[in-house]
């Protein structure tokens, strides 16, 4: 089977990995979309749709839904991972072993829980060297079902896999660019939950439009010093990865973080909040590992410290807001 037939398997079948083989799909790859839970795979089958997380859109007959893992990975040349990062390192864990041909993917947007550690690292760890490359950048999985104009980053260090899984992803409503910055790619990701967490809660409590830039700009300062620490360039934070994906989903409610934080602002309890949500809300858990991080390496995060301690300290968010004002004037650039 040639690499242009060999299907696409997309591991996780929640909005964002939905949207994803939904693109595939149209611009004429098999898909193999797999899910954890056998009765959802079933009902994706039957229903030809995702009616729980992203209605509306029905699947093309290129897209076979799936709980067997070794059916979608069958044939298949490019894995694609769309799972949330706490559930990343066992489903890497449950693969057979694989090709070292068979190009890696992800869409996961987050570190590892507990080690902190970039996903690039749990996957060369479990499964080994080979191709890897992460999709990043300001994308909600319903706009990109529908079909709006979307363009997202896809870096590897390996250029021709970036190429590889770009091509995949590219159609005239979706503008795949290529780049090199693993790290940088994945800190921009993984951060920018934390930040929309934190303008959710400054809009939240009626802040307005001058509070919302300053957050933004100022976090972006903030992932800015964490990905160049950690090994990332400062160009990529100015892209799609870094200043694009923060803009988005510090701006829009269809964001979960930012929902989150409006949520938090008016008065509900993390749990109430996690509940009216009803889907995975990706800076919770990265928001602990984001602080954890910045504490081992010396980085000043204050925006990112304070959204911790509203999660995990028990801080009010009128507090965490007292607290980063309250901070002495410094120059802008230090």
Known sequence: MTQALAPVAVLGAGSWGTALA??????????RLWD?????????????????????????????????????????REVL?????????????????????VGLAWATKGLEPGTYRLLHEV????????????????????EVAKGLPTAVTVASPQLAHAR???????????????????????VGGATKNVLAIATGIADGLGFGANTRAALIT???AELTRLGT?????????????????????????????????????RGASLDQARREIGQEVEGILTTRAIHGLARRLGVQMPI???????????????????????????????
């Open 22 to 31: 939904l693109l595939i799909a149209r611009n004429g790859r098999r898909v």
């Open 36 to 76: 954890f839970w056998t009765e959802q795979a079933c009902l994706l089958a039957r229903e030809r749709e995702n009616r729980r997380f992203l209605p509306g859109f029905p699947f093309p007959d290129l897209i076979e839904p799936t709980h067997d893992l070794s059916l979608a990975l069958d044939g298949a």
């Open 81 to 101: 991972v769309a799972v949330p990062s706490r559930g990343f390192a066992d489903l890497l864990r449950m693969l057979p072993p694989l090709d070292p041909e």
């Open 123 to 142: 996957a060369g760890e479990i499964l080994g060297e080979r191709d890897m490359a992460v999709i990043s950048g300001p994308s909600f999985a319903g």
């Open 164 to 186: 590889r899984v770009a091509a995949y992803l590219h159609s005239q409503r979706f503008r795949a660019y290529t780049c090199d910055d693993l790290i940088g790619v994945q």
């Open 218 to 220: 100022r976090g972006l």
């Open 229 to 265: 620490a950690l090994g990332g360039r400062t160009k990529t934070f100015m892209g799609l990865a870094g200043l694009g994906d923060l803009v988005l989903t510090c701006t829009d409610d269809q964001s979960r973080n930012r929902r989150l934080g409006l949520a938090l602002a």
């Open 304 to 334: 990112s410290g304070q959204v911790y301690a509203v999660l995990y300290a028990e801080t009010t968010p009128a507090e965490a807001t007292r607290n980063l004002l309250s901070r002495e004037s410094k120059s802008e650039f230090d």
